[in-house]
T-cell receptor, first 114, second 109 residues
Framework: DSGVTQTPKHLITATGQRVTLRCSPRSGDLSVYWYQQSLDQGLQFLIH???????AKGNILERFSAQQFPDLHSELNLSSLELGDSALYFC?????????????FGNGTRLTVT | DAKTTQPNSMESNEEEPVHLPCNHS???????IHWYRQLPSQGPEYVIH???SNVNNRMASLAIAEDRKSSTLILHRATLRDAAVYYC??????????FGTGTSLTVIP
């Protein structure tokens, strides 16, 4: 158990809808990362937050947004969903804003868009 | 993105050592080398990381070439539970982790 909690585990929704994925980092971790993993692609970095502030953006679509709250949990909002958004979404946390800090991943939210 | 190159797949016999190679010829001086693995239907799991010196932990060893352009993850005795996709990643200043396609390790009983 990594200590990172993601909810829900599974989500099925229709095209055009909006969903929110939630991540609770390990106790004491200030950094949260979001990744998308599709069948035909590897793990794609989406966005990184540290202590409530956005630190870096990767391949995140404009239809997607995220935030990190004062209690350090994070939410990833996906809107105007398309079939191609079906994927596993992982959250990871680390305890420092440093490049010598390993990531601890949750078990992901599997999103299916029909 | 700093690029790493790994073989798509490897096989190993159970209880034998496994050497998983990674090339990272464009590595910069401050990039850490990280290894993660992902078992089916799970999130990636941290294995080991290092900067210049070889590193050991309870899971594996990391051997880093003197010029840092390549590294090798060593599993000392492969078990069936080690069957996974292994990712070699360079962590940039600024804390970005970019995953490549990884090496799918099959452990043969």
């Amino acid at each position: 158990d990594s200590g990172v909690t993601q909810t829900p585990k599974h989500l099925i929704t229709a095209t055009g809808q909006r969903v929110t994925l939630r991540c609770s980092p390990r106790s004491g971790d200030l950094s949260v990362y979001w990744y998308q993993q599709s069948l035909d692609q590897g793990l794609q970095f989406l966005i990184h937050y540290y202590n409530g502030e956005e630190r870096a953006k990767g391949n995140i679509l404009e239809r997607f947004s995220a935030q990190q709250f004062p209690d350090l949990h994070s939410e990833l909002n996906l809107s105007s969903l398309e079939l191609g958004d079906s994927a596993l979404y992982f959250c990871a946390s680390s305890n420092r804003d440093s490049y010598n800090s390993p990531l601890h991943f949750g078990n992901g939210t599997r999103l299916t868009v029909t | 993105d700093a690029k790493t190159t790994q073989p798509n797949s490897m096989e190993s016999n159970e209880e034998e050592p496994v050497h998983l190679p990674c090339n990272h010829s464009t590595i910069s001086g401050t990039d850490y080398i990280h290894w993660y693995r992902q078992l089916p239907s799970q999130g990636p799991e941290y294995v080991i990381h290092g900067l210049t010196s070889n590193v050991n932990n309870r899971m594996a060893s990391l051997a880093i070439a003197e010029d840092r352009k390549s590294s090798t993850l060593i599993l000392h005795r492969a078990t069936l539970r080690d069957a996974a996709v292994y990712y070699c990643i360079l962590q940039h200043t600024g804390n970005q982790f970019y995953f490549g396609t990884g090496t799918s390790l099959t452990v043969i009983p």
